[in-house]
């Protein structure tokens, strides 16, 4: 050992005969004491080696918890990674592509606004009463690829427009462009709260919707869809309007009479098929005339015959009150029979309604002649919310949604109101 201090023994030059043998002794007591001094440097050798193994084994400690940080570091870098990836995961979306819009499905004004809506934009088209237009519209909005959405000739009553005000809150605030494209008389408050939430309203109680949607987006459309604006303002009553009466007088008018009427009875004879109504949209959009659509003056052959058939019905099942004539119909569309009801019964009011067994109410179509002083639009709007229903339109066209055990009173109360 380098460090342990060994004593040196002097060699004396003398004779061998005077060594003796106690010298050994001492030396040997020397070597004894020689090695009793070794032991405690033992003992601090075996000190400075358990010092040593101590500062080894706190080295390798800190070592082991150098690397146990690193580890847990490295842990939780890698948890982190994950983390962010699937964080990534949830903000990557199903894009939106999806173009829809929701139309009125027993008109021409409906049927060709979502023609010319697919024909400026594409996309997909979803017909409905209006007794199922709120069932529609929460459908729609459950669609994660949805992108835009237009809802045309839909009026709303006081009933729907809360449920239609907050699914649109809903769509707008997943990014969902909405547009709401009307002519029926809405409550103007529903109106700011609609433009409140950056739906973009159109809406003119003076020109049908059909015209309203070719004056917005013609841009974007051919010069055919000014025809089938045109088709959808006959129909409607509408064709004396500012931009209804400019864009019949593009067109022979009983050219544009005679396929807005072929148009119509298609329609009306095709509600229980909805494929075919789809079809009339698509061809439509593609810049069709009603008489190019095949079979489509045929059927209306078939209807003209039901109708005639219809005038002896009203003669026979019609009744009338003070102000008003009114009848049940059980085989053929109200809105058809309507006007032979009103007609008929020499009143400047007529009702026509047919039930909905699948929904338990009526559908309730309501005329005036020119001679009506009352806004029915309106009056039946409040009548209707306030038996349960819903209703709403123009002046002198409208319709009604009436739970089928309060038809008699709406019809009672809608008498009185009319003066």
Not at 124 to 140: F, I, K, N, T
């Amino acid at each position: 050992m380098r460090d342990v201090l060994f004593p040196v023994v002097l060699a004396v030059s003398k004779p061998k005969k005077t060594l003796k043998k106690s010298p050994k002794k001492k030396t040997a007591t020397k070597k004894k004491t020689t090695t009793t001094k070794k032991k405690p440097a033992v003992k601090k050798t075996a000190a400075k080696k358990k010092t040593a193994t101590k500062k080894k084994t706190t080295a390798t400690t800190a070592t082991k918890k150098k690397t146990t940080v690193k580890k847990t570091a490295a842990k939780k870098t890698s948890t982190k990674k994950p983390a962010t990836s699937k964080s990534s995961r949830k903000t990557v979306k199903t894009p939106r592509t999806r173009v829809i819009c929701i139309s009125h499905k027993e008109d021409a004004d409906g049927i060709s606004s979502a023609a010319l809506v697919r024909q400026a934009f594409g996309g997909d088209s979803v017909l409905v009463d209006y007794p199922g237009q709120m069932e529609a519209l929460q459908q729609v909005s459950k669609d994660e690829k949805l992108k835009s959405l237009f809802i045309c000739d839909l009026g709303l009553s006081k009933k729907t427009q809360d449920e239609f005000i907050e699914i649109l809150t809903n769509l707008r605030k997943n990014k969902v462009a909405v547009t709401y494209i009307d002519h029926h008389d809405i409550d103007p408050a529903v109106v700011k709260a609609l433009e409140k939430i950056k739906v973009k309203v159109i809406h003119d109680i003076n020109e049908c919707t059909a015209v309203q949607v070719y004056d917005a987006f013609k841009s974007k459309l051919d010069d055919h869809a000014s025809f089938v604006a045109t088709c959808a303002a006959i129909t409607d009553y509408m064709e004396d309007r500012p931009i209804g009466s400019k864009l019949l007088q593009i067109y022979d008018r009983q050219f544009a009479l005679i396929s807005a009427t072929v148009l119509t009875y298609n329609i009306v004879g095709h509600q229980k098929d909805p494929d075919y109504l789809l079809y009339l949209v698509e061809e439509l959009a593609e810049s069709k005339f009603p008489h190019e659509i095949p079979n489509t003056f045929e059927f209306a052959q078939i209807q003209v015959e039901k109708l005639s058939q219809m005038i002896a019905k009203v003669k026979h099942g019609m009744k009338t009150m003070k102000n008003l004539g009114y009848m049940e119909i059980l085989d053929a569309g109200a809105s058809g029979a309507v006007n032979f009801v009103m007609g008929l019964s020499g009143k400047d009011v007529g009702v026509a309604y047919k039930e909905r067994i699948d929904h338990g109410i009526y559908a309730v179509s309501v005329r005036g002649s020119k001679n009506c002083k009352v806004h029915l639009g309106k009056i039946v709007n409040v009548l209707a919310t306030d038996l349960g229903g819903s209703g709403g339109g123009h002046d002198r066209a409208c319709g009604a949604v009436i739970p089928k055990p309060k038809i008699k009173k709406f019809i009672t109360e809608l008498n009185k109101k009319i003066k």
